[in-house]
């Protein structure tokens, strides 16, 4: 049974082809201005990759902020199903998941089946998602693949706003007036992000296993200043900006089997 | 970035005013109590100076990465034309975000009780209700007959609504800022509110519906309504008591108070004609802060 699970995200559509819980490939594409067209693209590279047509596809599952845009899919699953369900697939200890994308942030916690319990979510707000770093590598003139290398230089951290990028923004202006140098305004900010998030981890009461998952676990920066603000065995699985399509593939093959009895 | 359009793009919509203004037919002399207030806000620095209590001069001026210069640049405006050298100032009491680093301040006081002493100034001991919106911060004060605080609500740490936030609004509809209100309300049906308030994915929001269709104005009305929702949220959240003001350079967005007005069923008293000799609310924390300075001179003096 192959099933194939996509993640509609504000900035990057992710797909993922699942055969009998062993992922075949990955593809992806930038969301731009027509996600349905990205997500297309993004499943086509995956079929190619794993030689496969639509037509072997069994079932098409959607998750993601466009998941109304989804092309193929015969359902869709929400993001924090999608993200309970294979946060515990890909290490089933964990009984909190934190997705960081670029545009929301959210903390999950879920039971051993990864079955949601509760969770917090950072919506409709830049600040403790990715847009928040991307705004102040912007003030910064850094590139964003830099500001984690760089904030890794640093020996101490400048306070800055983290609750709005507008005024985080302000506020990295006036460090660099102030000529604090750029490791450590770097450092500043994720360690604001990694505040926001790990605020939104106590809201939901501490769990020993957390998973971070989302393209931002990417970004060494943050997760060395998420480590030391959490100070728990924080586990990062390979691929994390793929784990929300690999939970609407497994909801996709189980889905898939019921349909068949 | 946002912060501060380079001149390359055009116009910058954003940027206001600075002014200062001397009353006119009044004069001092050295018998008279002469003191200052400092208001050092996260977008605009305020002095104003008074003679026995009375206004008597202001200045508005953008404030900059440094505060101390900022509060000394809005204190020499104040000063200018006036004939005062700050040596003559008996009691200067900083106030506002960086009111810490007011360095010629005698005393610094919370805005929140200057913006409640300063509204009670200019409108008189009826106001109970006081909406200080301003470049960083909204706050909703109760104030009593005498202006002193009796309780107040701040929001979070978000540009949406604040002035910082108009301004870059300003910047990516293309409009002045002076112009905002005005053209917010040119929309024959008031829009739906916008959803998404925060500032940074506003840009993209915004581009979304002008694709779509909507007027500038349209678009401008939308969040214009979303800003004033979270404020009569937070007016009514404090507890609205008649009479209520706006104070704060948003005091002079239009759009903004008759919103909050319809919303909450109730007319602001009318703003003082600053564009001609009256106050400007956007001054209430620094005159509050002078008044402040004058009390606390006396009291030293007694002492």
Not at chain 1, 144 to 156: F, I, S
Not at chain 2, 141 to 170: P, Y
């Amino acid at each position: 049974m192959i099933t194939v699970g996509m993640d509609l995200g504000t900035q990057r559509v992710k797909a993922i082809i699942l055969k009998d819980g062993e992922v075949l490939s990955r593809g992806q594409a930038f969301s731009g201005f027509d996600p349905t067209k990205a997500a297309e693209q993004a499943i086509d590279d995956a079929l190619k990759k794993a030689d496969l047509k639509l037509s072997d596809i069994s079932y098409f599952a959607a998750t993601g902020s466009n998941m109304d845009m989804a092309p193929y899919a015969n359902g869709t699953v929400s993001m924090m199903g999608a993200d309970a369900k294979a946060g515990v697939f890909l290490c089933p200890k964990a009984r909190t998941i934190i997705d960081v994308g670029a545009e929301e942030a959210r903390a999950i916690k879920c039971d051993e089946k990864g079955i949601i319990v509760d969770f917090v979510v950072n919506e409709r707000c830049a600040a403790g998602a990715g847009a928040f770093i991307e705004a102040m590598a912007r003030a910064l003139e850094v590139k964003l693949e830099d500001m984690g290398p760089l904030a890794l230089k640093a020996e101490r951290a400048s306070p800055i706003n983290a609750s709005c990028v507008i005024f985080g923004e302000s506020d990295v202006v006036s460090l660099i007036h102030r000529q604090e140098s750029k490791p450590e305004i770097a450092r500043a900010v994720f360690d604001a992000m990694a505040d926001r998030i790990s605020s939104m981890v106590h809201r939901l009461g501490v769990n020993p296993e957390v998973v971070l998952i989302g393209g931002v676990a990417k970004d060494e920066g943050f997760v060395a200043s998420l480590n030391r603000k959490l100070d728990l065995n924080v586990v990062i699985p390979e691929y994390p900006d793929y784990v929300s399509a690999l939970g609407a593939a497994l909801t996709a093959a189980t889905r898939a089997k019921e349909r068949l009895k | 970035m946002i912060n501060e359009p380079s001149t390359a793009k055009g116009p910058e919509y954003w940027r206001w005013k600075e002014y200062h203004r001397v009353m006119p037919n009044k004069k001092w002399t050295n018998k008279d109590l002469i003191t200052a207030g400092v208001d050092v806000g996260s977008v605009g620095s305020k002095a104003a100076i008074m003679i026995n209590g009375e206004a008597y001069s202001w200045g508005i001026t953008r404030t900059g990465s440094n505060s101390p210069e900022s509060a000394t640049k809005a204190l020499n405006y104040a000063l200018e034309d006036t004939g005062l050298k700050s040596s003559d100032l008996k009691y200067i009491v900083g106030t506002g975000y960086g009111r810490v680093n007011v360095p010629m301040a005698n005393k610094a006081i919370t805005e929140i009780a200057c913006h409640a002493k300063g509204a009670n100034y200019i409108w008189g001991p009826s106001v109970r209700t006081v909406l200080d919106v301003g470049g960083q911060d909204i706050k909703a004060i109760r104030i009593d007959e005498t202006g002193r605080v009796v309780s107040f609500l701040m929001n979070d740490k978000c540009a949406a609504g604040t002035g910082r936030g108009m301004e870059v609004f300003a910047d990516l509809l293309q409009i002045p800022i002076e112009e905002i209100g005005d053209i917010s309300l040119k929309v024959e049906k008031e829009p739906e509110p916008v959803s998404c308030t925060c500032v940074a994915f506003a840009k993209t929001e915004a581009m979304g519906l002008l694709r779509k269709g909507w007027s500038r104005e349209k678009v401008l009305a939308a969040y214009t309504r979303a800003m004033a929702v979270r404020m009569a949220n937070l007016i009514n959240r404090v507890g609205l008591e008649r009479e209520l003001v706006v104070t704060g350079g948003q005091s002079k967005n239009i759009g903004i108070v008759s919103r909050i007005e319809f919303i909450l069923g109730v007319k602001c008293l009318p703003m003082p004609k600053w564009r001609e000799d009256g106050l400007d609310p956007m001054v209430a924390g620094a005159l509050g802060a002078a008044l402040l300075a004058k009390a606390l001179y006396e009291k030293a003096q007694k002492a």
